[in-house]
Every structure is written in C-alpha cells, then in structure tokens.
C-alpha cells in the first residue's frame, strides 16, 4: 500500500534563505521584498506627512484621529493609483498583488484598515510580510 502524505502542519515549513524566497522574488536588489529600514522610514513619512496636513487643516490644534484618517485617506488613494504611498515611492518601495496585476481598490482598503489597527503590522512571517499585507494578498517590494 503506498504511503500517503501527511498534511502539512504549521511550522513544518523549512525557513526561508531570505525574504521572499517563497515568494519567487529575488534575495535583494529590484522586486526583493522592502526591509525593515526602507519600510520604517516611509511609514515615519507618510505619518509626518498626514500630521503636516492634519495641523494645517486645523488651524494647528486637529483631533487626534485626524491624521490617522489622512493617513489612511493617502494609503487608500496612493496605493492603486501610484503603487504606494508617498513614503513607500520615496523610499524606493511598491505594493504588489501576489497574483500579479495591478493591487485594485479591495486590496488596499484591507490593507490599510489592518494598518491603522497597529498590531497586525507587528506580525510578520519569514518573507516579512506583515499581517496586514498577508490578508491583503500583497507584498511590499523594492522598486
């Protein structure tokens, strides 16, 4: 009787040689997925950016959600039009459908609800994708 394999268990996967190994994507230079650095200093942008506006929207004095939903506001409207946000272009990064294509709106709604949420973007797996872009089914790459 031939042996039939077991199902794959969590935490059966060998590690990765390098983020985005699983993924097909090369170990570094164009299309590798965005380290921590790059993807640090482009959302400390984007985050300065939105409190920039958020203060000149006000007079100086915004409610304290209102950079977080200028913030979002620019993720939502950046992401499918220019393929990241202001920090993410900067910074030499773009967000991409695993699938290939182009990210659609769904993608980046989902996105960036789980990333005002904070704690899924602290969640990450061996290609360093973050929760947020796991659900989303996308990945953050050098550009």
Known sequence: MPHSPQPQRFGDLEPSEWPGERLGLPAEGPRSVGRIGRRTLAILLDWGIAGVIAALVAGGDPHPFLPLGIFALMQIVFIPTIGGSLGHRVFGLRVVPISGGWVGIWRPLVRTLLLVLV?????????????????????????
């Open 119 to 143: 704690i899924p973007v602290l969640v990450w797996d061996s290609d360093q994708r973050g929760f947020h872009d796991k659900i989303a089914g996308t990945v953050l790459i050098r550009w």
